[in-house]
């Protein structure tokens, strides 16, 4: 870092934030109603202020300014003057400083002390916030190693949070554990090539503070929902403290054939609502910024449910979300983004869902950007609600109907066949139209908000107690349901009853057409005890929990990765279209698809809602070129709580049929054969696959 005396020069208006050029730094930030805008520089330690430089330049609503000799490490913050006029939608206060929108990295954490709230007060807060560090760019792309690109067909996801899934893993060194570099080590590489993983999913990652109230129950925010700095990665998950930990980490997941996305939260920022504090965009220029009530610029458009909401309208609100866009996939080198409370993104001044929001537009048209994999959280806590199914194209979607669809078919809930037929069979009702098909929808039956796979089975209602909300927070419809005892049992048949249930649902997920998405911690039962909102439970409640390996009734990762290395070797459940129902011309009676009953009846339109009826079997037939004989599978579920006998189809060319799946184990060698027409039993909560039997 440079001594006094700083002079600055103009600089350039872009890039906007804190950018080394191998000479100095340039220093731009958007505020279209501030007066003047100070660059303040701090030593190395955060502590002691050094200066304030007022920016010399502005073009538009840019300021801007030129530090020769200034280099990566520079520890730095921002203040903005202008009114403070609450009633107009202004927070200006110089008392305040201010982390810069585009910084990179961050320096300290908050300390709640009254100084850094929005009250118009002279208490300077330049103790209690968090600094920006300039840091120096990454090597690019083309000098790293290349995507793997793996189509959407072939895609198997995995979400899992950074510090979670590695906090506790003894195979992993201690000084790594928790870390995003932990990401990068062989053991969990090859635990998730054995899975069927393609592409891990990564919980907000970007820069996050603990909410006020979670700080005086002496809890944290975990999840990492409450963003401030959408570029700054967040400081804990580094072990070197070096974003360049991040890019490596990608790199040598690339080289494993490994995809990596993370989930961006761009709908709202940490500083909540009127009362909350000023730490940056607030400060800077509130009124463009945030949406702010009609007739009541004072108060918050909170359609987010955390305080506020940024305005997806505003041309500086969409700089911002894509130069964070582009620092992740150009720079970092990740492969796409789920974006959390899509609908946000997307919605017109009066609330309306917009497929052609300026967000969309905007990736669209950046060749950099639009040919990764985005997907849409496609709800919102808001009035307005979801627009599952309404997303542009290239854009996917996570599919709640096929979560709840699936949940309640499984806990063996009445009239549940259709939906549950539906949804396996890629979700037409949903993505049907304007030339989508069902890779347009992720399917899931667990993820981080919510029952685990193994709470989904051992719980009939949450239990969030240690959340110090009385059980107040948290859905009140899971779908779950605990065979009879509510959590930890010591009854061998309920868990064995619970277990099978777990793998009959990831083969469900394994089998069905769309994209499907593990949660982490589901191949070896994880459990929260019932925690279906653990977002402030930094604890074990919520890390993987890796002394499951190789218990019998708790690790599935011998089911799960014969399920996806099923997928992979069959070609229907990853076909990418919709089942027509129809059969080809040649096979005049050899439909795509036949629904049975498991008396062997095919299931009559009229019944598929009887409320009587539970058990469901599905023949799916692919034909390939002349020569090849068709694919065919056929899968039986009985969410019931009794044995099922289910009749054997007898299609054309199949005397045989050969058991390749059971929700009760994993012993292909041991697969039984039956004859076409046969009768074959499928226990309660249980799953069974058939292929056509072949005498060698």
């Not at 891990?200 to 963003?227: C, K, Q």
């Not at 909401?309 to 990740?334: K, Q, S």
């Not at 959390?340 to 497929?355: H, I, N, P, Q, W």
Request: with cysteine.
């Amino acid at each position: 870092m440079i001594g006094p005396p700083f002079t600055l020069t103009t600089g350039e208006a872009q890039p906007l934030g804190a950018h080394w050029d191998g000479r100095g730094v340039n220093m731009a930030v958007f505020s279209r109603h501030a007066t003047r805008v100070e660059w303040c520089l701090f030593d190395e330690t955060g502590e002691h202020e050094l200066a304030r430089l007022v920016l010399p330049a502005r073009d538009g609503d840019i300021w801007h300014g030129y530090l020769e000799g200034a280099s990566p490490g520079c520890v730095y913050g921002l203040r903005a003057f202008g009114p403070y006029a609450p009633h107009e939608g202004h927070r200006f206060n110089p008392h305040k400083l201010l982390i810069d929108p585009h910084a990179r990295a961050l320096l300290g954490h908050v300390t709640w002390n009254a100084a850094v709230f929005a009250c118009a007060n002279d208490q300077d807060s330049a103790a209690f916030v968090p600094k920006c560090i300039v840091v120096a760019s990454l090597p690019p792309l083309s000098q790293r190693p290349p995507r793997p690109g793996t189509p959407w067909r072939d895609t198997v996801l995995y979400e899992l949070h950074v510090k979670g899934y590695s906090h506790s893993h003894p195979d992993i060194p201690e000084s790594l554990r928790g870390t995003v570099a932990a990401l990068g080590e062989h053991c969990l590489i090859d635990h998730w090539k054995a899975l069927g993983v393609t592409t891990i999913e990564l919980m907000p990652m970007a820069s996050f503070l603990d909410e006020t109230d979670l700080v005086r129950h002496g809890l944290s925010d975990y999840w990492g929902y409450n963003p401030i700095a959408p570029l700054a990665i967040h400081a804990p998950y580094l072990s070197s403290g070096q974003a360049r930990e991040m890019a490596d980490t990608v790199d040598r997941l690339h080289e494993a054939e490994i995809e990596v996305i993370v989930d961006i939260v761009l709908n709202h920022t940490a500083e909540g609502g009127a009362d909350g504090p000023t730490l940056s965009l607030r400060g800077l220029d509130n009124a463009t910024y945030y949406q702010l009530q009609t007739g009541n610029a004072q108060e918050y458009v909170d359609d987010s449910g955390c305080g506020n909401t940024l305005d997806p309208n505003e041309p500086a609100v969409i700089a911002l979300f894509h130069a964070a866009l582009r620092y992740w996939a150009c720079e970092i080198g990740v492969d796409g983004f789920r974006f959390d409370l899509a609908t946000l993104l997307s919605r017109t001044e009066t609330g309306s869902f917009d497929a052609d929001a300026p967000l969309w537009r905007t990736i669209a048209a950046d060749p950099d950007l639009r040919d990764l994999k985005l997907i849409a959280e496609p709800w919102d806590p808001s009035r307005h609600g979801s627009a599952l199914g309404a997303f542009p194209a290239p854009v996917r979607e996570w599919n709640g109907r096929y979560r709840d669809d699936v949940r309640r078919f499984w806990r063996g809930d009445a009239s549940t066949r259709g939906g549950m037929a539906t949804r396996l069979a890629g979700s037409s009702d949903i993505f049907g139209h304007g030339g989508r098909t069902p890779s347009f929808g992720i399917n899931f039956i667990t993820c981080h908000d919510g029952f685990t796979l193994a709470d989904l089975t051992a719980y009939a209602t949450k239990h969030n107690e240690a959340n110090a909300y009385g059980n107040r927070d948290g859905t009140d419809c899971d779908w779950s349901a605990n065979g009879g005892e509510e959590g930890d049992t010591d009854h061998r048949d309920l868990l064995v009853r619970r277990r099978r249930l777990r793998c009959a649902m990831l083969a469900t997920l394994a089998l069905s057409r769309g994209v499907p998405m593990l949660l982490a911690g589901d191949e070896l039962s994880r459990t929260q005890r019932g925690n279906n909102n653990a977002f402030c439970q930094d604890n074990a409640l919520s890390w993987v929990d890796w002394t499951a390996r190789d218990d019998p009734l708790r690790d599935l990762r011998a089911f799960v990765t014969q399920a996806f290395a099923w997928r992979r070797q069959w070609r229907s459940p990853r076909m990418d279209a919709f089942f027509s129902g129809t059969a080809p011309s040649a096979h005049p009676d050899d439909k795509d698809i036949r629904w049975f009953e498991p008396s062997g009846t095919e299931v009559e339109s009229t019944r598929w809602d009887d409320a009587g009826k539970l058990g469901l079997g599905a023949l799916m037939t692919l034909h390939g070129p002349a020569a090849w004989d068709p694919e065919r599978l056929f899968l039986a579920f009985n969410p019931t709580d009794a044995i099922l006998s289910f009749r054997l189809p007898a299609p054309d060319g199949v005397q045989s049929w050969c058991t390749v799946l059971d929700a009760d184990s994993v012993q292909q060698e041991s697969a039984s054969v039956h004859l076409a027409g046969a009768d074959v039993c499928v226990p309660s909560g249980g799953l069974l696959v058939w292929v056509p039997h072949r005498l060698p």
